[in-house]
Nanobody, 128 residues
């Protein structure tokens, strides 16, 4: 069975940093695309960052230049480094993984429907 476990969320002041981790079991992080998504209650889930098996990355315009997605194959863990945090970054952050090769583009997708496995989420709160 595939399990994704997020950690590293918490409360931080505007301008601060956090690093989210996604530990995978029953799944190899480098095999297929993986991504980070976030959701505010009452709003749709949006893709934040994604990484492909070829090390290509993609970011939402709202976080480009501030967030960095990466993976550590030895630890079988996905990361999201979040810098210069803003109150609008406040959300529940989810780790997601594909169960098959993505053939739509060289770049990994940011669409929720393209992912098959999901973690339980970790809360990030940014105060002003």
């Amino acid at each position: 069975q595939v399990q994704l476990q997020e950690s590293g969320g918490g409360s931080v002041q505007s301008g601060g940093s956090l690093r989210l981790s996604c530990a995978a079991s029953g799944y190899t992080v480098s095999r297929y695309c993986m991504g980070w998504f976030r959701q505010v209650p009452g709003q749709e889930r949006e893709g934040v960052a994604a990484i492909g098996s070829g090390r290509s990355t993609g970011y939402a315009d709202s976080v480009k230049g501030r967030f960095t997605i990466s993976q550590d194959n030895a630890r079988n863990t996905l990361y999201l480094q979040m810098n210069s945090l803003k109150p609008e970054d406040t959300a529940m952050y989810y780790c997601a993984a594909r169960a098959s090769w993505y053939g739509g583009s060289w770049y990994p997708p940011l669409g929720e429907s393209e992912y098959h496995h999901w973690g339980q989420g970790t809360q990030v709160t940014v105060s002003s």
